[in-house]
């Protein structure tokens, strides 16, 4: 199968390049830096600058994770602005090309985020839910899951991911929280009752495949484990792993003042169940977050 991939050089993406590159598939990703992909991706990666340079090159799939970092920075105009571009504006430039090829992928599958429902409080979420609240990350997600459907009137099969916190040993939320529980640093974030839906990085690659494979797979999917935890919970089940404290809590007001309405994604939550991948046949290796947690942090 040849797979062409956007986002191959983030934490989710090479973890995907090297699951594939073990079963043999062909991998083309496409980046701003394709002279770094074979290093970031593996040797057998191809890296390519421009779309173009795949010309009717057959393809199999379209697997479109693109995206700056959501959080890493308070949300000005100007970070909004290139939020956007990184999904909406890309998706849109796939779709442009894709429309000028003879030949198609069967499979666009597209990234997304539980941050598509808004800030649930108490609900359960299935994908069956209409979004909460239309805050700017429920909005991103929206108008990015919104672009990536028009690939189905190719006649493609549109399969949308939306992901929760991704859970990993060298990258992403996880690694950011670890230098301050290390030090014994670490507490809940506002009240600690906000829901988070999480996901062990093992299982989000499995799911993705799963899912690309999966001929009657189509529409959106909760990439989260079954079990969502609150703020609280996740940061007392962090700190025992660690064997440290983990009590101090970061006030709401600090992280309204100091983040702005980028707050508004740590202080809110989402209780997300993966409804539709359990009815699929999937089955998560890593349901419960003291499993995910010692599998990635036991030897600390």
Known sequence: ?????????????????????????QLTVWSRTPERVASLCGAQVRGIGRLDELAE??????????????ADRPWTSKRKALLWASRITLTEQLLSWLEGRTQKPRVLLSG???????????????????????????????????TAQRAATLGMRVVLVRTGLVLANDGGFL????????????????????????????????????LLKQESAQGPYN?????????????????????RPAFLPVPA?????????LSGLLLGGQRVLP???????????????DSALNDLLGRH
Request: with cysteine.
């Open 1 to 25: 199968m040849h797979i062409l991939l956007t986002g191959g050089t983030g934490l989710i993406g090479r973890a995907l390049c090297r699951h594939w590159v073990a079963q043999g598939q």
């Open 57 to 70: 090159e057959p393809l199999d799939a379209l697997v479109n994770l693109a995206g700056a970092p959501i």
């Open 112 to 146: 997304s985020a539980v941050g598509w429902y808004g800030d649930g409080g108490e609900r359960e979420l299935r994908e069956s839910a209409t979004p909460v609240s239309e805050d700017f990350a429920s909005q991103l997600c929206a108008a990015w899951e919104e």
């Open 175 to 210: 690694k950011r929280l670890l230098p301050p529980f290390k030090l014994g640093l670490g507490g809940p974030i506002g009240n600690g009752r906000q829901w988070m839906s999480w996901v062990h990085l093992a299982d989000q690659i499995a799911l993705i495949d799963f």
């Open 223 to 243: 990439a989260c484990a079954p079990q969502p935890v609150r703020n609280a919970e996740f940061t007392r089940a962090l700190g025992r792993v660690l064997r």
């Open 253 to 261: 007001v600090v992280l309204r003042l100091a983040l702005g309405e």
């Open 275 to 289: 409804a539709r991948l359990s009815e699929a046949g999937f089955s998560f290796r890593f349901s419960t977050l």
